[in-house]
């Protein structure tokens, strides 16, 4: 017992003192899974919004199929990625495999359902009157679309929240198509399981409990934000 | 000068038939009131009007032009006609923001919004709640932000969907004079649906009645209510004497119809042996105790079956060898001393006996 | 190209053939994520219930800080376990670090929030009219509770097939302290991080279809039992 | 006999005040109807009755105990006492499992169960129902199970909220029979929450007026109606002429008033001088064009004000001195030819006045 104590206070120090490496992870954590989220985002509002608003053939399929992808494991992403980008890939031409842009993309791709099924729900949850008010009054199909995506706005920013959130406390991803390679593609999920193992328990916990923290932050600012609704 | 015309309306929704063959015209300037019990598709119509649905079949005419399956000609439609839903929603932002909504969609240059909003919000009565977020108001505050915002592009028609269905008296009085006086000013025709016969008694020029999705009457406030053109619209305004009768004679206007072996006189043109259904308003019953002489031509006695109070009112039911029900002020019913089991006499006159064919 | 190709039909074949690793190792996991999951249902359900069922003060914030577990991230719950089960924790003389049992507690660990949050949130979702009927039909306390929880029977078995999905998917808590031993501890999202980097890539495919495939039918069962409603 | 007492309850929600010092007492047999508007407290009433929530302070006496504070004895109390929420709920489960419930919850043999809900589905006409999910059901059969569920336990007293809020009227006088019915038959007490005045009147043996959360009146429904006790009761249950006046002479019983400088006569025993209400119900009203001689004691001339119809009736507002409505037939207001402008005359008994002290 004393032993994990001691392994607390040393981490508790390593974080205080802004100690290099623990630094270096956790930055390269936050910009490969802000960059994830910014890329899933740009895709998710104007889709989401489109597919909210027109009524097509196959339009409850769709969202079904959407869905369904929330709950596809970490590690399929990651195999998926990592056989697209391997040397034998149809992309491995482009030597992105063990690069953090192979992470970003892998995140993106692993967080495209969830943000893009949240997105849907979020602007099919507001008022199917809004929709008709809007078009009474004379707004053009973009001007209602636009309209709509203003009503939601707290639930969709909760949605790119949350997709940060599931960005940066996944491992599976990171782990297969990043290779975890020190100072370059190792992450604060990859370096705590890997410092662990190799019985560097005080960096483990120091990184750990900066992953706590980010993840609390994301949750109570998902929380905040449903809450001003 | 007719600015709408609807012909052969239909429209499915799933299985479901809401409109069959609805055909009318809306004049320029006039209320024109769309009655009809809920679910009888008035609100289906007024969507179909405003060009947020497109019908399975059947035209629509908006200035002489067919705007069904034009997009661009639905969107002008749209543009020109107002609607305020029946559960009005304003957006999650300020009540000033609510109404330059549909000028900012047009681009109007902010001064321009500015006034017109202002003027606007003024003649409503909510001036001073420019900066108010809109969610945070009362029933009546929505529904003037609702109107305000539908009128501020000065539409050439408003279609209202039961405008008042959710307000107390107070505000039901306020918006509808409001409505009304907006019409007159600005010579906009207005389009009221409401499932209650007495709002559109006040306040329609012509209405148009609506059941199981079909167009069944269309007149003047007082034709639908004293000569209703079927038996469910009859129902529908509040007859609740509805007999079935045989002409035995005609004399210049004046029939006499054979009713359970009962002889009742109408004035109605029809030839003896034609089968009709009579209509009697239950207020038009005047109830005595002995055989009063009146100028009432039919009169007959009957036995009380049935004595229901219900508020300043009293329902009395009749057995005069047919069923009748007269509605009396409780206090008449009180000064008769009336009882289940005691006769009475009932009369009423020729003319408050409206007939129609079988 | 061809040599992804390849490499899928290859794992068909093992897949078809019930290749004894491949059997081996998809068996374990599903054996170990069962084992979670009733672990977990057997507190979440009677739990939830008296959570949801009692006011008392703080009852807001317990559910809120129940909330805010779900978004934990796994090799966080992985290290917490890995280090009570470790030779210097308190747990560490039970000698049960890298054995599936481990999993088998920390994949419950993992679940018992989003488990124990939807159960309430299902109970709560029932019409608050059914608590004062039962009570008012003259139920105890308990035969309340459990008319509520026969009234979410559907969104509670929906609470706990997620809850067998979240674990059968997830890979941090397995590999901190399962430690991937082929033949003992390794699942199916251990073996397809650990293969796809050695390059058995036709192995990897084989289990990354077996996983989709059980993520797959987890969700649509939820979808199912959710419709019942 | 009374079986339930409540003594001085309040009930606090959050920072709102529901109730404010309720007491009263129930008799065995009795009907007793609980009426005020939507908000005045009626629930949170019948939710202390039933003991499902605690008052904030007060006590309820059952069968002579005081059961605040004894879980056992609230539970007790509970078991007896039935309850009808106003939105009913039912389990989702067949009928039978609905009504057999509160049987099982008392370990009752399924042999018995099964006799008792048999019995009791054929008493509210469910018959062949069992198997059905009642989830399924229409608003009206859902009633129909919700109270067969709490009648199945045979309860001392039965606890209704708005029974009838959202049925239609067919529906409505079924269940209004049905409880009449089984009350008599089997002694049991039953309370009825209503908004409405009218069903006060057609079901309840006493009414209790409850007002923002305060018990304003009890007695007699004719009492309620004629003489009620406050301004907001009169309001309440329909007196739309409430007038302030001054006590000038009182000659054994029968009281002059000055009202705006116009003399009205009334009965009651008041001294010179005292500041009083009158409430006339706009019913008592009559109206005519000449003075005509009748035995009202009290007679005026006015302006006609306003004309409203409403169905069959009309309300004038005129203008004599003081404001008064008249509620009139429609058609009496068309043989008068009324119209706004034009003078007319009222009149009313002494009796229809009804004083209180301001």
């Known amino acids: ?229 | 000068m007719s600015i709408m015309q609807v012909i052969d309306l239909h429209q499915r929704h799933g299985s479901r038939e809401t409109l069959k063959g609805v055909s009318f015209s809306l004049e320029q300037g006039e209320v024109f009131g769309i009655i009809g019990p809920t679910g009888s598709g008035k609100t289906t119509l007024l969507r179909l009007l405003d060009q947020i649905e497109v019908p399975s079949s059947g035209r629509v005419y908006f200035e002489g032009r067919d705007v069904t399956g034009s997009p661009r000609l639905r969107s002008e439609l749209r543009r020109k006609v107002g609607m305020v839903l029946q559960k009005p929603v304003v957006f999650d932002a300020s009540v000033y923001d609510n109404v330059a909504f549909p000028l900012r969609l047009r681009r109007y240059s902010r001064k321009v919004v500015h006034g017109k909003v202002d003027t606007m919000l003024n003649a409503v009565g909510l001036d001073g709640y420019q900066r108010r977020n809109a969610r945070t108001l009362s029933g009546g505050e929505t529904q003037k932000v609702a109107l305000a915002r539908a009128l501020i592009t000065n539409p050439q028609a408003l279609l209202l969907d039961e405008p008042t269905a959710n307000l107390d008296p107070v505000s039901l009085k306020t918006i509808e004079e409001f409505i009304l006086r907006f019409s007159r000013e600005n010579g906009t025709t207005i389009v009221i649906a409401t499932h209650e016969m007495a709002q559109g008694q006040r306040l329609a020029d012509r209405i148009g009645v609506i059941m199981e999705g079909q167009l069944v009457q269309i007149g003047k406030p007082s034709e639908i209510f004293y000569a209703p053109s079927d038996i469910r619209v009859a129902r529908f305004v509040g007859v609740e004497n509805i007999l079935e009768g045989r002409v035995t004679s005609n004399r210049e206007g004046l029939v006499h119809l054979d009713v359970h072996g009962r002889a009742v006189e109408a004035i109605a043109n029809r030839h003896p042996g034609d089968e009709l259904h009579l209509f009697i308003r239950p207020e038009d019953v005047v109830l005595s105790l002995s055989e009063a002489s009146t100028s009432a031509r039919n009169s007959f006695s009957g036995q009380i079956a049935g004595l229901a109070m219900s508020g300043p009112l009293a329902r009395v039911h009749l057995d005069c060898g047919f069923p009748l029900v007269a509605l009396i002020t409780r206090q008449s019913a009180e000064d008769l001393g009336l009882q289940v089991g005691k006769q009475a006499h009932v009369s009423f006159k020729a003319t408050a006996v409206h007939v129609i064919g079988q």
Not at chain 1, 54 to 66: A, T
Request: proline letters at 2%.
């Open chain 1, 1 to 229: 017992m004393t032993e994990l104590w001691d392994g607390l206070v040393q981490a508790l120090h390593l974080i205080v003192t802004f100690d290099d490496e623990v630094v270096d992870i956790a930055w390269r954590s936050l910009r490969v899974s802000a960059a994830s989220t910014v890329l899933a985002a740009l895709i998710c509002i104007p889709l989401g919004g489109l597919i909210s608003f027109r009524s097509f053939r196959g339009k409850r399929l769709l969202i079904n199929v959407i869905q369904t992808f929330y709950s596809v494991p970490t590690v399929c992403v990651g195999l998926f990625v990592f056989l697209m980008l391997s040397r034998a890939g149809p992309l491995g031409g482009l030597g992105l495999l063990f690069t953090p842009s192979a992470m970003v993309v892998g995140q993106a791709l692993l967080i495209t359902p969830i943000m893009l099924g949240l997105t849907i729900s979020a602007l099919s949850s507001v008022d199917k009157n809004i929709r008709d008010t809007t078009l009474s009054l004379g707004a053009s199909e973009r001007q209602a679309i636009w309209a709509i995506i203003k009503e939601a706005r707290f639930a969709i920013s909760a949605a790119i929240v949350l997709g940060f959130g599931r960005a940066i406390s996944e491992v599976g991803v990171a782990m297969m198509v990043g290779g975890n390679i020190r100072g370059f593609t190792q992450i604060l999920t990859t370096a705590i399981a890997d410092e662990a193992n190799q019985g560097n328990v005080e960096l483990a916990l120091a990184l750990g409990v900066i992953l706590l923290a980010i993840a609390l932050v994301v949750t109570l600012g998902v929380n905040l934000v449903q809450q001003r609704r």
